[in-house]
C-alpha cells in the first residue's frame, strides 16, 4: 500500500506538514539523511544543557495562533532575545535602543541620541554629495546614511565583513535596506508579543510534531530517488531545489556556519546566550552559552558546567551544511529558473529555506503549512 506522502527532510516544515497531514488520516513516510530528526533546530544534550548544534534559534511570533499550537504540544519559557555586542572589549546592548547610545555618546534623553545620529548622517550624506553620489553605492554608505559612523564602525563594520567574507564597501547596499534603532531603554530584539524556547529543547517540539508518524533517519533520497518517489502519491521535499533538479542550471549560492563547541568548567562563562564579537580581527561573528536560553537567575549556577558554541561564517562548498540563501540578483535569477520547474510539477510539494531558497524565521514557516492544511486537503 502506497503512502500518501513521502516527505524528504524531517526538519520543521516536514515535520509540522507529517502532522497535519496524519491529523487528516494520511500515511506518510518522513525521511532524512542526517542521523537524528529536526533539521537545524535540533538539540544535542551535553553535560545536562540543551545544545542548540545549528545555531541558537529563538521562537518568535505575533501570531496567537501559531503561539497557541506549539504551546499545545510543548510548553514554552519566558527566554526573552537580549543580546550584547562586545567590540574591544567594551558591551553594548542590541538591538540598537537607548542603552546602546548611552554606552555611545552618553546621551540620556532620546533627543539627545537623536540629534547625535542625525548630526552623523548628515555628515555622510555630506560626503556622498562631495564625491558627486546621490544615492548609496555599497553597504558602508547606506549604513552610515541611517546610523551614523560611530554605530556603523564599533557594531557592523566588522561583524558584518565576517559574516558575508567581503568588505561593506564591496557589498550591495540592498543587504541593509532598514536598520531598526528605538528610542526607548528596551533590550528585547524582538517586537513580536510571544517568543521563547521549548522547555526541554526543540527535541521535545519535533518529536510531538512526529508522533505517529513513521521516520526513517540516515537514509539519502537522492540514494534511489526514483524507487523513494515510487513509494507515494505525492513527494514533499524541503531539501535544495537545485540539487532536486540535478542543478540543471548550475548551483545556487549559500553562506554558510562552522561552530566550535566548547564545555567549560563554569557555572557561568558569559552571562547571556548571546553576545556577538562585531570587531573583524576576531574570527567568530559570536558565542552562544546554550543554557541561559533554558535557565535564569541563580537556576544557572546550578549546573557547575557550561558549554559555549563559537560561530564562524563562512562559503558555502559542496558538502557543507547550506544556511542562508543568498539572494542578490544572479541567485534570485537562478532560482526563478527552477521555481518555474517546481511550478509545473503536480505531485511534488517543495517547501522550506532550501526549497525555496529564502529565509525563514519558524513560526512562517509553521503558519505557512497550517494554511495549506485550512479548509482543504493538499
Known amino acids: 500500500m502506497k503512502y ?22 494520511k500515511r506518510c513516510l518522513v525521511i532524512d539523511k542526517r542521523p537524528h530528526t529536526g533539521g537545524n533546530i535540533y538539540c544535542e544534550q551535553t553535560e545536562g544543557i540543551n545544545v542548540h548544534k545549528y545555531g541558537a534559534h529563538i521562537f518568535h511570533t505575533q501570531n496567537e495562533k501559531v503561539w497557541q499550537f506549539v504551546n499545545s504540544l510543548v510548553k514554552f519559557n519566558r527566554y526573552t532575545n537580549s543580546p550584547v555586542a562586545n567590540y574591544k572589549g567594551k558591551l553594548y546592548n542590541l538591538p540598537f535602543n537607548m542603552n546602546t547610545f548611552y554606552q555611545m555618546w552618553g546621551t540620556i534623553t532620546p533627543q539627545e541620541a537623536k540629534n547625535k545620529i542625525e548630526e552623523q548622517r548628515q555628515e555622510a550624506l555630506n560626503k556622498m554629495k562631495q564625491e558627486g553620489v546621490e544615492e548609496p553605492r555599497n553597504l558602508e554608505e547606506q549604513a552610515q546614511l541611517l546610523i551614523g559612523k560611530d554605530i556603523y564602525n564599533a557594531l557592523i563594520k566588522g561583524y558584518t565583513e565576517k559574516q558575508w567574507g567581503r568588505k561593506c564597501n564591496e557589498l550591495p547596499p540592498f543587504i541593509i535596506k532598514r536598520l531598526p534603532v528605538r528610542f526607548v531603554y528596551d533590550n528585547n530584539y524582538f517586537n513580536d508579543t510571544y517568543q521563547g524556547v521549548p522547555i526541554g529543547g526543540y527535541n521535545q517540539l519535533i518529536n510531538a510534531l512526529l508522533l505517529d508518524v513513521e521516520v526513517r533517519i540516515n537514509t539519502d533520497y537522492f540514494a534511489n530517488k526514483d524507487a523513494f518517489n515510487a513509494m507515494a502519491n505525492k513527494v514533499v521535499f524541503t531539501g535544495k531545489i537545485d540539487e532536486y533538479y540535478d542543478y540543471c542550471f548550475g548551483q545556487l549560492d549559500y553562506r554558510t556556519v562552522r561552530f566550535e563547541h566548547e564545555i567549560h568548567e563554569i557555572a557561568n562563562y558569559q552571562g547571556n546566550a548571546v553576545v556577538n564579537y562585531t570587531e573583524r580581527e576576531i574570527p567568530f561573528t559570536r558565542v552562544i552559552e546554550h543554557k541561559h536560553f533554558e535557565y535564569f537567575g541563580a537556576e544557572v549556577e546550578k549546573n557547575p558546567k557550561t558549554v559555549i558554541s563559537k560561530e564562524y561564517s563562512t562559503e558555502w562548498k559542496t558538502g557543507m551544511e547550506p544556511y542562508y540563501p543568498v539572494n542578490d540578483d544572479k541567485n534570485n535569477a ?12 503536480t505531485d511534488v510539494i517543495f517547501g522550506g529555506r532550501l526549497a525555496e531558497y529564502k529565509y525563514y524565521d519558524m513560526a512562517p514557516i509553521i503558519e505557512k503549512v497550517m494554511r495549506m492544511f485550512e479548509n482543504t486537503s493538499v
Do not use: C, N, P, S
Not at 500518501?4 to 488520516?25: N, S
Not at 537562478?334 to 510539477?345: F, I, M, P, S, V
Open 334 to 345: 537562478l532560482y526563478l529558473r527552477y521555481k518555474a520547474l517546481a511550478d509545473k510539477e
Open 4 to 25: 500518501d506522502y513521502l516527505i524528504v527532510g524531517a526538519g520543521l516544515f516536514g515535520a509540522t506538514f507529517a502532522y497535519f497531514a496524519r491529523k487528516q488520516g
